[in-house]
């Protein structure tokens, strides 16, 4: 898996080196990745697209043979590619309507003054075939100005998931940004889809970023809630009543291992939070009386109490930092967010507006200080707020769907997710960052909650 | 004929006494339900009076007390069982002169039925977050325990969870269906 903090360094450095990379422009690059396995992030991308001013132009992808499986996963990447780069909310784009006036191109020399002529500044082209089982897809991004190649990669692959190659294409273009792509992300959450009859039973899922793909992690026919990504995307920690009692498991996920992070320690344990260096683990714990804010080695190691305060302290979430944590405390009478050191101390309050602010979740970007929760506004309702960390200013994201909890944000820290409903119906949803676009995630059957956006 | 049906009866009321075991002469006479207290009862008009009785033979002879037939929760889920919820206000883990009152009732309850374990599970209404209501249903949970603890019983008998807002009873969103999720519920076992 590719290392997201590694990519994001990468790109931004550029910015600086823009000047001395320009003298690579001149040659067109075309790697060959082969999915699963990632090459890395290199060589470094050659341009930088400036978000809000380009605007691409995305044609079909033409198949290279006619046959149907070729045409098939042709469609595939058209769709998602168009869809994954819309999500990014950076961009515009030349409108089909447009795009169906310009002749059939040659994918090797396509006519820039076609593309220039209805406004675009980036073409995407992309190819594809199948041949004994196997795909792949080529991909090429122009300028539209100077005709060059920005980037061009070529994909290979299973045809049965063609999804795949657009989203990890649409990743490698977000690299001529100096954005994190979110496109290969995923999202893990709980439901009750697979519940045992009699039995209220949940178990949790992840998720393509798109809704697409769900897959199933745990298995134990228990309670099993508060699922919390490791930074490297491989391991999830959560919440499982297995034992009866609420405790802290890490689920090695690509190799099906479980590990009980918590022991036997009585109380509950729950509200897991993985540091951004993956080291560490936050949690709240009950364990000695009163639910506390613990800090323990991601193994569960040396734990540590923060918070003894006798209030119930939970909801612990990291700064990208790692060196600060905000939780939810009611010790001011009612539940609000309150900031601290990984030391417990330099307690401060963050949240004034309002008689229920919960389950905060920090901005993972070191761009955007900033901290989403679930708040409780005028009529009852719960809604998902943010809030200025250095001007406390509030902006509420959601209304007037039901109730809105539990916001994870994605890696980039320019989306966020978090789930929407009443009673036994729950859903997904995604929005950017100011929540001006809220999608409800085709996530499947069943009461979904608890997400948290993964790498 | 006569005495061998006397001692017939003399190995019935042994074997009752035999059966009702140990702890059984401290307990209080408690509701006798289920066969075996059936079977208990119906004892004294099977014994035939001897000529000569003595007070062991009278004291052999009581109520068959042995009433542990009890309903339990269901194994599985926790849910139902022979002890009712008690029901909290809205964010509060406050125990309501209703609630002690019904905790006192079983307080006595599990005096008469002292192979019976509680596991007091804490449970929210749907409002309110994930987190926040795990932890308001653990103090539910501990608050009720404590209460049956301080009436005397057993701390080993008692064990608390909380459930928070992960497993209402009512899935409704509204008052009522708030209301009755707003609970300590009592998962008994033996």
């Excluded at chain 1, 009750?192 to 769900?214: F, L, S």
């Excluded at chain 2, 075991?21 to 119906?42: F, I, L, M």
Aim: charged share 25%.
């Amino acid at each position: 898996m590719e290392q997201p903090a590694t990519r994001s360094k990468v790109s931004s450095g550029l910015l600086s080196r823009a000047a001395a990379v320009l003298a690579v422009l001149a040659a067109p690059l075309l790697d060959r990745a082969t999915w699963p396995v990632q090459v890395p992030p290199s060589p470094p991308p050659t341009f930088i697209v400036e978000p809000g001013f380009q605007r691409f132009a995305i044609p079909d992808c033409v198949p290279r043979r006619g046959d149907e499986a070729s045409r098939e996963v042709c469609r595939a990447i058209t769709q998602v590619l168009r869809a994954d780069l819309q999500f990014e909310n950076l961009f515009k784009f030349v409108p089909q309507s447009l795009m169906s006036a310009i002749p059939t191109m040659d994918p090797e020399a396509p006519n820039f003054t076609d593309w220039k002529g209805v406004g675009a500044s980036v073409l995407v082209v992309t190819r594809a075939q199948v041949t004994g089982g196997e795909a792949t897809v080529e991909v090429r991004v122009h300028s539209v100005d100077t005709g060059q190649a920005m980037l061009a990669k070529r994909y290979s692959g299973r045809t049965d998931n063609p999804r795949i190659f657009a989203h990890q294409a649409s990743d490698d273009i977000m690299t001529l940004t100096q954005y994190r792509g979110v496109a290969r992300s995923k999202i893990a959450f709980v439901s009750d889809r697979d519940a045992v009859p009699g039995r209220k039973t949940k178990e949790i899922y992840i998720v393509d970023y798109d809704g697409y793909n769900p897959r199933r992690v745990t298995v134990n026919r228990s309670l099993n809630i508060l699922p919390n990504w490791s930074p490297d995307g491989r391991s999830l920690a959560y919440v499982s009543y297995r034992r009866g009692n609420p405790d802290i498991f890490l689920a090695a996920i690509y190799e099906g291992r479980s590990t009980d992070l918590t022991g036997d320690k009585g109380g509950a344990a729950f509200a897991p939070s993985i540091s951004p260096d993956g080291k560490r683990i936050a949690f709240a714990s009950s364990r000695a009386g009163n639910m506390d804010i613990w800090v323990a080695g991601v193994d569960g190691s040396n734990p540590r109490r923060l918070t003894s305060t006798g209030s119930l302290d939970t909801a612990p979430t990291w700064s990208p930092t790692g060196q600060e944590i905000a939780f939810t405390s009611d010790r001011s009478g009612t539940p609000q967010i309150y900031v601290m050191d990984t030391e417990g101390l330099n307690v401060r309050r963050l949240t004034t507006v309002g008689n229920w602010n919960d389950a905060p979740s920090w901005n993972p970007s070191k761009q955007f200080s900033e901290i989403a929760y679930t708040a409780r506004l005028e009529g009852g309702g719960f809604d998902i707020a943010v809030v200025d960390i250095a001007t406390r200013q509030v902006r509420q994201l959601t209304q007037g769907r039901g109730s809105c909890e539990y916001p994870s944000w994605a890696p980039s820290g320019r989306h966020l997710t978090f789930a929407c409903g009443r009673g036994s119906k729950w859903q997904i949803a995604v929005a950017d960052r100011l929540g001006q676009t809220i999608t409800m995630l085709p996530a499947g059957p069943g009461k979904n909650e608890q997400p948290d956006w993964g790498p | 004929m006569f005495r061998r049906l006397n001692v017939a009866g003399l190995v019935l009321v042994l074997a009752a006494s035999l059966a009702a075991g140990c702890g059984g002469k401290k307990r209080p006479p408690a509701v006798a339900t289920g066969a075996g207290a059936e079977s208990g009862r119906t004892l004294p008009s099977e014994v035939p009076q001897p000529v000569e009785t003595g007070p062991d033979v009278r004291a052999v002879d009581t109520e068959g007390a042995r009433g542990e037939d009890f309903t339990m929760s269901d194994p599985e889920t926790g849910e139902g069982g022979p002890l009712e919820d008690v029901r909290f206000e809205y964010d509060s883990a406050a125990l309501t002169d209703q609630a002690r009152s019904t905790l006192e009732k079983h307080a006595l309850w599990l005096q008469n039925h002292r192979d019976a374990k509680v596991l007091v599970e804490g449970h929210c209404d749907e409002r309110g977050t994930v987190e926040y209501n795990l932890a308001l249903g653990e103090k539910r949970a501990r608050a009720a325990r404590d209460y049956l603890a301080s009436l005397g019983v057993a701390s080993d008998r008692l064990r608390s969870v909380s459930y928070g807002k992960e497993r209402p009873l009512d899935s409704g969103s509204n008052e009522s269906a708030w209301a009755r999720n707003r609970r300590a519920h009592f998962a008994v076992s033996r």
